[in-house]
């Protein structure tokens, strides 16, 4: 278990690090070739859940890690899946059809979820 919860949770962590540092220091169009969707959404916001991002990317290895209240990252596993299923929907609403990312990425949190349980 311990083995996989790094392989999945350090693999989303990673991925969140590099996602939420772009959404936190890039300007708007910067970011737009890649995420449409910065268009319709104040910046505040997107800095806003790029700072989550990189927060939670910290939740799912520093605990853990450290063995300090471990629990945290159940929470910062089930934080993504949310994320994720509100991302979807964003993209669907905006009649965006390419939402394989957020399938995988929304399939990885939940797994990360499932293997995070083994911290509690």
Do not use: C
Not at 47 to 62: P, S
């Amino acid at each position: 278990m311990t083995v996989a919860y790094w392989i999945v949770g350090g693999s989303l962590a990673l991925f969140y690090v590099y996602a939420g540092g772009l959404k936190v220091v890039r300007s708007r169009e910067r970011l737009r070739p890649m995420m449409a969707w910065v268009d319709s959404t104040p910046m505040r916001a997107v800095r806003a859940i790029g700072a989550l991002e990189l927060l939670g990317a910290l939740g799912l290895v520093l605990p853990p890690l450290t063995g300090i209240a471990p629990w945290l990252a159940l929470v910062a596993a089930v934080g993504f899946v949310a994320l994720q299923v509100g991302a979807t929907s964003l993209h669907l609403r905006r009649g965006e059809r390419q939402v394989a990312l957020n399938g995988v990425l929304l399939g990885a949190g939940a797994m990360t979820v499932g293997l995070a349980t083994s911290w509690l």
